[in-house]
């Protein structure tokens, strides 16, 4: 019903409008008597296989909702009758910011993708605790963590101490977001040194709490061999909990999209089908020359359960979706977890 009906009508309009449109419909619709249960019957599947233990976690199902769909968290307690096993909030940042100028998002179509450059809109910590507060105890909800774009370099750590710090009783891990292509400035968030300098500060952070939260790292897809070597040997040094491979890319070869198309959207981060190859050589990468030693959530490109056996293939221990997900639409995490429970 969804590609056949709503796809193509949810497509005739501005991908961000729609986007908006679609959460008060949801929330609409799962206040109407009986209809949470009627979502919960058509997409969750509830079988003991399919569980994941990770960091000290029990995830329902592997599959997930990546960061940057429910920003602000308003929408995973309805969501999480789609079926998915965890839901990430954020990106959150310290303050409430209004991200780029619009037009920042747009759909390539033949390519099955997106490009982005929202630059981390969101309503601050302020937003997201107050809806965090009303969190129903359905799924796991990670707290995915960034810099303001106006944070002057020496204060970057302390943004994201800033979220980590108040994020800590609400949410179930954590993810410093360091790869976005999508903000002013974050050329230092790529140093080796300064990454393991804010890692250390976060962990020590965490620390001060009664219970420890899992750190994971997010990193791009467009890492060459040499840097997703420092990667594993900054998880290793630092003992981080995991890693997420991987965010948006800036590559644009081998699309459907002209050279006029592209110029015309101009910058930003490109996700879905596109990248779905190099993610999962990321994870691949990772996965091997770690030998396996740390938990990796794969993301990048899943529109289908056979995208998502391949990144578990490659090493993934669950698996995220986003633009998988506007094109698919929920039928695609339930068809996800049945291809996992028929493999094993």
Not at 258 to 276: M, V, Y
Request: with cysteine; hydrophobic share 40%; net charge positive.
């Amino acid at each position: 019903m969804y590609k056949i009906l709503l796809r193509p009508l949810f497509f005739l309009f501005d991908p961000e409008k729609i986007h908006y449109f679609t959460f008060s419909l949801i929330k609409f619709i799962s206040k109407l008597p009986g209809f949470n249960s009627i979502f919960r019957n058509l997409y969750v599947i509830n079988d003991k296989r399919l569980e994941r233990k990770l960091f000290g976690l029990t995830f329902k199902n592997p599959v997930g909702l990546a960061a940057g769909f429910d920003k602000n968290a308003v929408l995973y307690n309805e969501l999480a009758n789609f079926g998915f096993g965890f839901i990430e909030i954020g990106t959150v940042t310290p303050k409430a910011q209004a991200g780029n100028p619009k037009k920042r998002l747009f759909r390539l179509k033949d390519d099955q993708g997106i490009i982005n450059r929202m630059g981390f809109n969101n309503e601050g910590l302020e937003g997201a605790i107050s809806q965090l507060k009303k969190n129903k105890g359905k799924l796991i909800i990670g707290g995915n963590i960034g810099k303001n774009t106006e944070t002057k370099p020496e204060d970057y750590t302390n943004d994201y101490l800033d979220c980590f710090n108040a994020l800590h009783p609400y949410v179930d891990y954590f993810v410093l977001n360091v790869s976005c292509p999508n903000v002013g400035s974050h050329a230092k968030l790529n140093d080796k040194d300064y990454l393991e300098e804010l890692i250390n500060a976060v962990q020590k952070a965490n620390k001060t709490f009664e219970k420890l939260k899992p750190i994971l790292l997010k990193i791009a897809p467009d890492l060459n061999t040499n840097q997703l070597d420092e990667i594993i040997q900054l998880v290793t040094d630092t003992k981080l909990d995991g890693v997420i491979a991987s965010n948006t890319s800036m590559d644009r070869s081998d699309l459907k999209a002209t050279k006029e198309q592209l110029e015309a959207i101009g910058n930003g981060g490109l996700s879905g089908q596109p990248i779905k190859e190099r993610s999962t050589q990321v994870i691949k990468y990772l996965s091997e020359n770690s030998n396996k030693s740390f938990p990796i959530i794969g993301v990048g490109g899943v529109h289908s359960a056979k995208d998502a056996l391949d990144k578990i293939n490659a090493g993934a221990d669950l698996i995220q979706i986003y633009t998988g997900f506007i094109y698919e639409g929920p039928s695609l995490i339930k068809s996800i977890n049945k291809a996992i429970l028929k493999k094993s």
